[in-house]
């Protein structure tokens, strides 16, 4: 069993910038693909990045050019760094551990989630 618990959320002003972090205990961290999804008050959850086991990133479209995604193997943390933040960027974020090397964007995929932290934009 993998657990995984989020943190780094927050308030923060449009424009600003927030780190969330992902630490995940358990079995082999480094084979998984890690991804964060997020979702907003009245909306299904949706795709924001994910990480391959061997390090590539993948992201939403939304999100592209703003967010980075990363992984320190040593640490089992995968991290997610949101630069120009908006205020439709205002959800409740989660991570997620699959246990195939990549996972893409569809989160029956993943195995394994995190309780969620809450970002919140204002403008």
């Known amino acids: 069993q993998v657990q995984l618990v989020e943190s780094g959320g927050g308030l923060v002003q449009a424009g600003g910038s927030l780190r969330l972090s992902c630490a995940a205990s358990?079995?082999?961290?480094?084979?998984?693909?890690m991804g964060w999804f997020r979702q907003a008050p009245g909306k299904e959850r949706e795709f924001v990045a994910v990480?391959?086991?061997?390090?590539?990133?993948l992201y939403a479209d939304s999100v592209k050019g703003r967010f980075t995604i990363s992984r320190d193997n040593a640490k089992n943390t995968v991290y997610l760094q949101m630069n120009s933040l908006k205020p439709e960027d205002t959800a409740v974020y989660y991570c997620?551990?699959?246990?195939?090397?990549?996972?893409?964007?569809?989160?029956?995929?993943?195995?394994?989630w995190g309780q969620g932290t809450q970002v919140t934009v204002s403008s």
């Open positions: 990480i391959s086991s061997g390090g590539v990133g």
């Open positions: 358990g079995r082999t961290f480094t084979k998984y693909a």
């Open positions: 997620a551990a699959s246990e195939l090397p990549m996972a893409g964007a569809t989160g029956r995929r993943y195995d394994y």
